[in-house]
């Protein structure tokens, strides 16, 4: 149990695809933030300010390196 | 091994760091300049900062022999060892520590619970952190006996001589902004062999064709998730489990001596970003410092000890001019390592303990004195202790291990502490100490309860889980804190509150 041994007969295969699906995961609910939290203290917030954009690319890199390999 | 114009490069570096971490002494006032760098500083930097904090000299030879023996499967500690913990923390922790003002984690705990938990944080962390630092000093200074020839106190004295300068007068500003310089040597140095060793053997394409064709023990090593039955560390249960879910956030929202360069950013938006830019960069890591081992498959097969890997290559591959290049890397990766730890320690020291129990109140002139002195006390015990580890083959080993079993009960408590009002200082408290007793309890019984041989991973998630439990139990049958005792300090608790206040007041004014 503490080995996870209810886990060994998922193939490498679903277990990539549970590892990027948390990765949508996550890039969804960093959309889910409002926009003024993320530019809180942002005096004429532009769109680069926005940090969702920020981590979404870094999410689509990192989805392309586990897709690579 | 090195020429006169590697000796050159390594000498321009070290001088150039000395002289531009000093420079910052000229910003330091405050107790708040030395340990948040007078929070003015700009996300770039920061993001810069943490990740070659992140990675020391050791690491650099280290990675790369575990690439030689395991493949790309241990990238994994640099990408979803990071991206996603990296995520959380620039979206939910960071801005609510910046927020609060807090200098440390284990202060944030103590307000979110109580004074017993922030003690006990911080004083583990003092400990880890000046027993780590004589171990980081001593493991370098074998690479660079082996790598460059010089003796082992050589290279102690003079790390701990120009690192030891500009962290104790430039405080945090100086840690930050050395770092910047640091990084980019290290890419630059890492970028030069990778380079090298790609052309020499035909390019991405022939390293993969050559790899795998070199016999079935090879055909695993491009694949960056393995079976959940490897007989490697490396099962990809324990890289989500162990790995994603718990070590990876306990590092990147737990660690004093990352999170520390954060609360030091000029604005809220400048520490979210910080972490985020953090994890861009983070993604080269794998691909300068592990896979110049990849190549050393091709290159040098068959070697017993996978470390041997790059020290060969750097000998066979680089010339003149480039040795020298990643020699300074070598030397930034580690000044980068001992520069965050001397500055977060005395942090810890001052405000944690110095400025809550042993002397309270004092001027504000006398805690940054105190910073600066206990910086220094801090590197000479370092230096002092470094030959210990000579004495004690295993004990970097332990020191890690030992490390390990607060990561799950840290994040326990900082997770259920953000997100959950009812947890309580008892519960906090609980699962703290419980979550610790746990993972050695764990670590002790290892072969009953564990197949694969290091299961560090696994003895991470369990203690994690062990810790919730202990700190739900016990919260629920506790006194919680007051909502409003818990603004700042609980993700969006006052909007909540606020939204739930205005949806009353209209509920009432229709009643009337």
């Known amino acids: ?69 | 091994m090195l020429a006169g114009i590697d000796y050159a490069i390594v000498i321009a570096y070290l001088v150039g760091v000395l002289l531009l971490g000093v420079y910052f002494r000229k910003f330091v006032h405050t107790s708040r300049d030395y340990f948040l760098g007078g929070r003015l500083m700009p996300f770039w930097a920061i993001g810069m900062s943490l990740v070659v904090s992140d990675i020391g000299a050791v690491d650099f030879v280290g990675a790369a022999g575990q690439a030689y023996r395991y493949g790309v499967v241990v990238a994994n500690f640099d990408w979803i060892g990071c991206v996603p913990a990296m995520i959380l923390a620039a979206f939910v922790f960071v801005p609510y520590y910046w927020r609060a003002g807090v200098y440390t984690i284990p202060e944030y705990l103590g307000r979110r619970y109580n004074d017993y938990v922030r003690a006990a944080e911080a004083l583990i962390w003092i400990v880890f952190q000046a027993f780590g630092l004589g171990i980081i000093f001593w493991a370098s200074a074998i690479l660079l006996n082996t790598l460059m020839g010089w003796p082992k106190g050589v290279s102690i004295i003079i790390t701990a001589t120009i690192t030891g300068l500009y962290t104790v007068f430039g405080g945090l500003a100086a840690v930050v902004m050395t770092d910047v310089v640091q990084m980019i040597i290290m890419y630059i140095g890492a970028a030069a062999i990778l380079i090298m060793g790609l052309i020499s053997v035909g390019g991405w394409n022939g390293l993969m064709e050559k790899v795998l064709a070199m016999g079935p023990e090879y055909q695993n090593h491009f694949d960056l998730i393995l079976p959940a039955d490897t007989t490697t560390p490396y099962p990809w249960t324990g890289i989500l489990f162990g790995l994603t879910f718990v070590l990876a956030n306990a590092y990147w929202i737990g660690n004093q001596t990352i999170v520390q360069r954060c609360l030091g950013a000029k604005s809220e938006w400048h520490a979210k970003a910080s972490m985020l830019w953090g994890a861009f960069l983070k993604l080269f890591i794998p691909v300068l410092v592990m896979f110049p081992g990849l190549i050393a498959v091709v290159v040098h097969p068959g070697l017993e000890n996978g470390d041997e890997a790059v020290p060969r290559m750097i000998r066979d591959m680089l010339p003149p001019g480039l040795t020298g290049l990643l020699f300074a890397a070598f030397f930034a990766g580690l000044m980068s390592s001992v520069d965050s730890s001397l500055n977060s320690t005395a942090t810890l020291w001052t405000k944690d303990i110095y400025e809550r129990y042993i002397r309270k109140g004092a001027s504000d002139r006398h805690y940054l004195l105190v910073g600066r002195l206990v910086t220094l006390v801090i590197l000479l015990l370092g230096v002092l202790t470094a030959p210990l580890s000579e004495k004690f083959p295993g004990m970097y080993v332990y020191v890690q291990t030992l490390l390990s079993f607060f990561q799950g009960p840290t994040l326990a408590i900082l997770l259920l502490g953000m997100f959950w009002t009812r947890t309580t200082p008892a519960g906090g408290l609980t699962g703290l100490i419980g979550g610790i007793a746990l993972s050695a309890f764990l670590y002790w019984k290892k072969a009953s309860f564990f197949t694969i041989e290091d299961p560090f991973l696994y003895i991470s998630w369990w203690s994690f889980v062990g810790a919730c439990i202990m700190t739900v139990g016990v919260s629920m049958i506790t006194r919680p804190k007051p909502r409003e005792a818990l603004y700042g300090l609980v993700f969006r608790l006052e909007e909540r509150d606020a939204a739930l206040q205005a949806k009353l007041r209209n509920r009432l004014s229709r009643n009337r």
């Open chain 1, 1 to 69: 149990m503490l080995n996870f041994d209810w886990l060994q007969s998922v193939s490498t295969g679903a277990a990539k695809g549970i590892i990027i699906s948390l990765f949508i995961l996550i890039g969804i609910a960093v959309w889910f933030l409002k926009k003024e939290y993320i530019v809180l203290d942002v005096e004429s917030p532009r769109p680069w300010h926005n940090l969702k954009w920020w981590a979404t690319g870094v999410l689509i890199l990192i989805i392309a390196i586990y897709l690579y390999f």
